[in-house]
């Protein structure tokens, strides 16, 4: 293995937030039955991801 | 099949900066992880930073690109699956010469996925939800 190569293990924890919502209203494809109401919702969503790295000191 | 070509261009790449001969002069590194979220998705990060070494303490300074897939509840439709690309920040410190704990800033464009995107059709009078933005922050803990 060269010197310059080095592998690196991770364990991560995250947390995502946002706004989700149907699809926006001012689309091209602007649909006034389907859209005439509209949800929003506000959602923190936990990650996990466990993962392997390669990387070059340069 | 996509992330398989990333993944073999991304290895071609850095085996070709292995060529290279002054590797202990070095003051940058790139790389990649790759790895699984709890969704059992790949999940994948772009590195690029600058080691930081003072009062015999190493850190890092990184930044870079990420990928992700998770999933969202919405209108009271569960799971639906979405993959995000975003750009991070990341912060290291090494507790010892192999050990570090992180933290990372993410900002993130999430594209819904077309099965999910049925899958509420199907539900819902409504149009799906098919992009929403979203920031992110990590803890991690590694060996290097």
Redesign the interface.
């Known amino acids: 293995m ?22 926006a209203l001012y689309f091209s494809n602007f ?1 006034p ?3 005439e ?3 929003e ?1 506000k ?1 923190t ?14 | 099949m996509k992330c398989l070509n990333v993944f073999l261009f991304l ?1 071609f790449y ?1 085996s070709a ?2 060529l ?1 001969s002054d ?2 002069k ?13 969704t059992l998705s790949f ?3 772009l ?1 690029m930073g600058i080691p930081i070494t003072k009062k015999a303490k190493r850190k890092e300074l990184n930044f870079g690109y990420l990928h ?1 897939r ?6 009271g439709i569960d799971d639906l699956s979405y993959s ?1 690309h975003g750009l991070f920040g990341e912060w290291n410190y090494f507790a010892n010469s192999q050990v570090f704990l992180g933290a ?1 800033i993410s900002v ?1 464009g ?1 594209w819904v996925d077309e099965a999910s995107q049925d899958k509420y059709d199907e539900e819902r ?6 992009y ?13």
């Open positions: 060269s010197e310059k190569l080095f592998f690196r293990g991770k364990l991560e924890i995250g947390a995502n937030n946002y706004h989700i919502g149907n699809e649909d039955v389907r859209t109401t509209y949800v919702e959602y969503t936990l990650l996990f991801n466990l993962s392997v790295g390669l990387f070059v000191k340069l | 290895l850095t900066f292995c290279e590797s202990l070095s003051k940058f590194h790139i790389g990649f992880h790759g790895g699984i979220a709890q999940t994948g990060d590195y992700l998770s999933q969202t509840d919405f209108d995000s990372r993130l999430n009078t409504r149009k799906p939800p098919t929403f933005s979203s920031w992110a922050a990590f803890g991690h803990i590694g060996y290097n």
